[in-house]
Structures are given as structure tokens and as C-alpha cells.
């Protein structure tokens, strides 16, 4: 069975420090993987996707995600946290039939 | 940019009666999704559905669930006879076309809360 596991349930990290969300996943041939983010009260939003291809993948605000297949890893990066990436980040692998499976979730708290 | 619009943001219905969430998917978008988020719990897939049919169902997705897209823009989730378990978040997403390396795009969501 395919699945995504994301280890912390939080992440506190100082504003302009690099910070790294980690995502850890287990599927059957390749792999799909996407991150979201969600602020208070809103939807999921997309951030960024691995398909194929260069194993650094770059996205929104400044996000970055390092996919590393020998350590089954998607971990999200970005080089200096802001205050306002304070949210919820969820990791998700998109299974053969088209439908996304979300980790639990990590809260990104970045203190100023 | 385009968005995925869903109403209400927040609907608050006693246990037993009928419920129906509405979306508005992203216009060139064919495919639709609903998700839920139970408070404090990680999403979950519900149901989606492609050329007017449903692809793939949770077990979630029982005989009180029922989803329709009753003309060109809307996609709607009906749930017959709510549960206090209902209660979550209801999350509609779409994609267009161009394989799954598509992302889902979410809209905000709306907050069910069956009491």
C-alpha cells in the first residue's frame, strides 16, 4: 500500500534560518509527489511536485524539495525562513488511480 | 489566477437531515475530487470522478454519500443523512488534463458541523 509519513509534528525554526520539513514515502514504481501548504481557515495550496527528472525540484515563495530515491525521502527546504511561512505543510504521493495521500501534516512555526 | 470556489464556507445542520456542499472547479479542469480533514486528523480522500462518472470511492464514501455535476460548472457532495461524524472539513479540489503529473488545485473549503 502506498503512503507518506511525515516524522515531526512540528517545526519551530528563527526567521532567516534555512528550514527543512521532512517527508518520507512508500509507493509502487515511480513516484508522484507533491507538497502543500495550508494558512488558518483556507484550502490546501499547492507548493511544488517531483514527477521525474532533477532531483532538486524549486516551487512557490521560495520552497524547494530534494527527492531522494535511495532514502525514499521528499523533504522540503528553503534556504531563509520567513514569518509568514508559519503554516501547515502536508506532503502527498499520488497513487496509480489518481488520488493524492496526504501525510499528518507539519506545523511550521518560524519566530522572528 | 483561477480558483476552485466552494459555498458555504461553513454549514451548521442537525443530525439525520440532508446536506449538500457545492464547488465550482477551475473552469478548464475535468477532473474533481472531494477530500475531508477531521479536526486535528490529516486529509483523507473521498471520491473522484471524471466524464460524469465516479473513477474511485473511499470506504469513506458509503450509500449516504452521493456526488453529481448537475451542469457545466458546479460539482456537488450530498450526504443523505448526516452523522455527528460528518463533522470535518470538506475540501473540493480539480485538475486538468495532461496525465497525474497535474497537480489538485483545493479550494477553501467548507466546514460541516453536524450537531
Known amino acids: 500500500a502506498q503512503s507518506v509519513a511525515q516524522p515531526e509534528d512540528q517545526v519551530n525554526v528563527a526567521e532567516g534560518n534555512p528550514l527543512t520539513v521532512k517527508c518520507t514515502y512508500s509507493?509502487?514504481?515511480?513516484?508522484?509527489l507533491f507538497w502543500y501548504v495550508q494558512y488558518p481557515n483556507r484550502g490546501l495550496q499547492f507548493l511544488l511536485k517531483?514527477?521525474?527528472?532533477?532531483?532538486l525540484v524549486k516551487g512557490s515563495y521560495g520552497f524547494e524539495a530534494e527527492f531522494n530515491k535511495s532514502q525514499t525521502s521528499f523533504h522540503l527546504k528553503k534556504p531563509s525562513a520567513l514569518v509568514s511561512d508559519s503554516a501547515l505543510y502536508f506532503c502527498?504521493?499520488?497513487?496509480?488511480?489518481?488520488?493524492?495521500?496526504f501525510g499528518t501534516g507539519t506545523r511550521l512555526q518560524v519566530f522572528p | 489566477e483561477p480558483e476552485v470556489t466552494q459555498t458555504p464556507s461553513h454549514q451548521v445542520t442537525q443530525m439525520g437531515q440532508e446536506v449538500i456542499l457545492r464547488c465550482v472547479p477551475i473552469?478548464?479542469?475535468?477532473?474533481f475530487y472531494w477530500y475531508r480533514q477531521i479536526l486535528g486528523q490529516k486529509v483523507e480522500f473521498l471520491v473522484s470522478?471524471?466524464?460524469?462518472?465516479?473513477?474511485?470511492k473511499s470506504e469513506i464514501f458509503d450509500d449516504q454519500f452521493s456526488v453529481e455535476r448537475p451542469d457545466g460548472s458546479n460539482f456537488t457532495l450530498k450526504i443523505r443523512s448526516t452523522k455527528l461524524e460528518d463533522s470535518a472539513m470538506y475540501f473540493c479540489?480539480?485538475?486538468?488534463?495532461?496525465?497525474?503529473?497535474?497537480?489538485?488545485?483545493f479550494g477553501d473549503g467548507t466546514r460541516l458541523s453536524i450537531l
Open positions: 479540489a480539480s485538475r486538468r488534463t495532461g496525465g497525474g503529473n497535474q497537480p489538485q488545485h
Open positions: 509507493v509502487s514504481g515511480n513516484p508522484y
Open positions: 517531483y514527477i521525474t527528472g532533477d532531483n
Open positions: 502527498a504521493v499520488r497513487t496509480n488511480t489518481d488520488k493524492l495521500i
Open positions: 473552469s478548464n479542469h475535468l477532473y
Open positions: 470522478f471524471y466524464n460524469n462518472e465516479i473513477s474511485e
